[in-house]
């Protein structure tokens, strides 16, 4: 199939980006020193190629994609790095299954739901899930009280994985690390797990690292200046143009995420408004009503779960088509 | 089923302010005054309501919206009001469909891909598509040539309706539909569509409103303080609390669009941050771990097109629940 034959808008993957990414990644990385993060993809074909480069643990923030990956044979140890209130779903699979806990009811709910393994998840900073550091000790004792194995540690510094400037990027990281490092001294286990696409090569104090986003990548972490390629891109088509210079195409608020500011257009132009179906831009060059334009996302995550598939493609030809199969929760 | 079982995080419909809603315009803008539009809510279980409440036309964003309208039966009058280059699966539709165009090659389309019926779609003063309104009689007659129906003209308003100001609104939506009046002079035909839930009292000159978020509302349109109430909320369950103030549950940023601004905590609440899977809130009372809590969106429509579900309560009780089904491209 030709890439103008897809329905638009469509996510396009740039074959030798995603390649390059997975490659790169897999050297600064290697083996279980990532614990790829499928939230950025939802996507067990793309899974599958992280394994491929040698990664078979993964990390998951919902339930869904926990069930999805271990229902596609990528179940050898599979981490859920959230807290839940029910995990009588994830107790029923037939895969390695470990999750993050922060208080007493999440280590309940890990007892009742048949889950054997957890991690203790750590507030490094970040306002979001995790106990205080000094408390990790004691919920590692409960934990254990409850008959449930504590694998270790995870905390993730996502306060300051996205800063441009890379010195603050690294002072921030290890302030947040020490406190992470504390707590597994009390918490003991053999995994410390943090990170992400922005700190893989920062955060030497976690011995696994959750990045996601380095496989297909996104504008906010371009800015970063890290290897990766944007391998990502919303296809979509011209279907007005303005005489006053600008064009409008078929690509909005429905398939890619706005929280991260707006897109960028490939190969330039300028990026007016985007409203539900319509991106309005200002183009670099002429463009013409059917003409089909590229859109890099500010933010991939949120843009991905609104696809049904991701096309994998080189010149003009989709390769192959993914399920985005690990959406919804 | 009782809310309490939902899989959160999950979109909620107050069926008491939903019928309230649907029975205001209703009485406001009777039968084909209003043409429902369903890009609001992507649900044919909602768009029965509204056609039960006399309204058998609609408005449509995308073609998979007016294919799933004529599965659902609800094909006696669906308007695509945006520009497609490829009309091949419209023609093929059993169902009375009209088309906007706004140049010479969206006339084309209409034509090679079967479709009889078009409106002329004019710029009225927002920067995306439509035809200067000088051009529409000129493109009116070109269609017509090509051996199509002109059914009138369009032209939306979309940099008036949101506006605050009430005066404000009604100068830009003024200023907007005499350039569509005039556009409808020079083209001729029945209909002279325009407007959404912002302007469906003040828009007099459009003689069929195309508003869609007055059924379920969000807080963008709910600061304009019209007579419609919110009907839509995103059920999530508080997964932790933090010793400094704050809490965090489990509906983020692949649950609720963010190109509004941040959500609102029904009942109170100051939102901090939300990322992909949290939101981090300071509550307005005290919340416990496993609480459930409810967010108003500030977009609707973006929102709801990340569910799979809509479902309809009364008190604790899920009523019915409703596949979003009218979903992508």
Redesign the interface.
């Known amino acids: 199939m030709r890439i103008g034959e897809l329905?638009?808008?469509a996510l396009l993957v740039d074959a030798d980006a995603l390649e390059h990414n997975l490659a790169t990644m897999a050297v600064a990385l290697p083996g279980a020193r990532l614990r790829p993060h499928v939230?950025a993809h939802k996507c067990t074909a793309l899974a599958k190629l992280q394994a491929a480069k040698g990664h078979k643990s993964f990390t998951c923030?919902?339930i869904r994609e926990v069930e999805g990956m271990a229902a596609a044979g990528l179940g050898d140890d599979l981490l859920l790095a959230?807290?839940?209130?029910d995990a009588s779903r994830l107790g029923r699979l037939d895969a390695r299954v470990t999750v993050a806990v922060?208080?007493l009811?999440?280590i309940e709910a890990a007892v009742k739901g048949g889950v054997k393994e957890v991690l203790i998840d750590v507030?490094v900073g970040l306002?979001?899930?995790?106990c205080?550091p000094d408390n990790a000790g004691e919920l590692a004792g409960m934990a254990k009280s409850r008959g449930l194995t504590v694998r270790g540690v995870m905390g993730y510094e996502?306060h300051a994985v996205g800063l441009d400037d890379r010195g603050l990027r690294q002072e921030l990281v290890a302030a947040s690390m020490a406190h992470l490092v504390k707590a597994h001294a009390a918490v003991g286990g053999d995994i410390i797990s943090a990170g992400a696409t922005g700190s893989y090569d920062i955060n030497t104090w976690a011995n696994e690292i959750q990045a996601g986003s380095y496989a297909l990548m996104d504008t906010a972490y371009a800015k970063l200046g890290l290897p990766f390629k944007q391998a990502l891109t919303v296809l979509a088509?011209v279907?007005?143009?303005?005489?006053?210079g600008?064009a409008?195409a078929?690509c909005?608020?429905?398939?890619l995420?706005?929280?991260h500011g707006k897109p960028d257009m490939l190969g330039g132009g300028d990026v007016?408004?985007?409203?539900?179906?319509?991106i309005?831009f200002v183009p670099e060059g002429s463009v013409?009503?059917?003409d089909l334009v590229r859109i890099l996302p500010a933010?991939i995550?949120?843009t991905v779960?609104?696809?049904?598939q991701l096309h994998l493609f080189r010149g003009d030809e989709v390769l192959e088509s993914w399920d985005v199969d690990l959406?919804?929760?």
Not at 127 to 130: F, H, M
Not at 252 to 255: A, D, E, M, R, Y
Not at 305 to 308: L, T
């Open positions: 329905v638009t808008p939230k923030a919902t959230n807290e839940v209130l922060d208080s009811q999440t507030n306002p979001r899930c995790g205080p996502g088509t279907i007005s143009v303005s005489p006053d600008y409008v078929n909005g608020l429905k398939s995420a706005m929280d007016l408004i985007v409203s539900d179906e319509h309005t013409a009503v059917g933010h995550d949120p779960a609104y696809h049904q959406r919804w929760w």
